[in-house]
């Protein structure tokens, strides 16, 4: 039972990776690169570099909160779904009150590795990148085109269109995700017992 809940938590990190980097990724990578960001000299912004709140005014525009949630939303999902088959082909006889404690767990998991402070800290740790990247034109000509009705549209649809498109790919990263799984759980066996 504790192979199959470790496993069941390493696929719950791994699984949206086939879609995009997962949330709780990215936050780890954000609070990794932090880190590393204090030893080292801050990089200087190019001279016409939007202020941080020209791309945070950006950012509301297209409505990037909005468009994360759906995205979280949809990996949560995605990832329940495939945790529950692992559970099911790891424990196959769970009972019910072993099936609940793991459906909590990831619950769990999920809602603080991918809670709002996640959201916060991967926005807060965006804003330098498009600052590096646009100048205060492109950033000016952005806000122009979403808040035009082809880019109004475009925001409105987008967060459906990362659901069904997580989706659709779905039962690929499942397959995947399985195959991955086996192999490793094959090689781990073979490391924890190796034939004498």
């Known amino acids: 039972m504790r192979k199959g809940v470790l496993l069941l938590a390493l696929m719950i990190v791994a ?14 990578k954000s609070r990794n690169q932090a ?27 297209m409505q990037i909160n909005k468009t994360m949630d759906a995205v979280i939303q949809a990996a949560k999902q995605q ?58 034109a492109d950033l000016d000509a952005m806000v122009a085109f979403y808040s035009s009705p082809v880019g109004q549209k475009i925001l409105h649809e987008q967060p459906a269109m990362v659901q069904e498109s997580m989706q659709a790919a779905s039962g690929i990263q499942q397959r995947i995700a399985r195959v991955m799984f086996q192999k490793m759980d094959e090689r781990m066996e073979k490391i924890a017992h190796p034939v004498k």
């Open 15 to 28: 699984a949206p990776l086939y879609a995009q980097q997962s949330v709780a990724e990215a936050a780890a």
């Open 35 to 61: 880190a590393t960001k204090k030893a080292q000299p801050v990089q200087a912004l190019p001279a016409d570099a939007p202020t941080r709140e020209d791309v945070l005014k950006l950012f509301d525009v």
């Open 79 to 136: 990832s329940m779904e495939m945790a529950e088959q692992m559970a099911n082909d790891r424990v196959p006889d769970a009972t019910a009150e072993q099936k609940k404690q793991i459906r909590e767990m990831m619950e769990d998991v999920m809602n603080q590795a991918m809670g709002p402070a996640a959201m916060r800290e991967m926005v807060e740790a965006t804003v330098p990148v498009y600052q590096r990247h646009l100048s205060k």
